[in-house]
Nanobody, 121 residues
């Protein structure tokens, strides 16, 4: 089994900062890309930021310059440092990992259950 667990969400005032963490554990052979997605009420889930196994990153235009994604491959952990938060960043943030459970496996998507981020104006 594989578990993906997010943490670090909460309530913050506009202009504040939060740091999200995502830890993948269990029967994991290798992890490829990891990413943060978010879903606000009444909206579709959208990609916030992603990072490859070698550290290449990409960001949604709306968070460029404010959010920083990073990962610790040895710990199967990913982070999202969120600065200068805005009310429009309010959403449930989900961690996505693309991983193999064995050498012969195809890459599969695993999702966490999400962590709520609320930014007050």
């Amino acid at each position: 089994q594989v578990q993906v667990l997010e943490s670090g969400g909460g309530l913050v005032q506009a202009g504040g900062s939060l740091r999200l963490s995502c830890a993948a554990s269990g029967n994991i052979f290798s992890i490829s890309a990891m990413g943060w997605y978010r879903q606000a009420p009444g909206k579709q889930r959208e990609l916030v930021a992603a990072i490859t196994s070698v550290g290449s990153t990409n960001y949604a235009d709306s968070v460029k310059g404010r959010f920083t994604i990073s990962r610790d491959n040895a710990q199967n952990t990913m982070y999202l440092q969120m600065n200068s938060l805005k009310p429009e960043d309010t959403a449930v943030y989900y961690c996505n990992t693309k991983l193999k459970r064995a050498w012969s496996d195809y890459l599969s998507d695993y999702w966490g259950r999400g962590t709520q981020v609320t930014v007050s104006s």
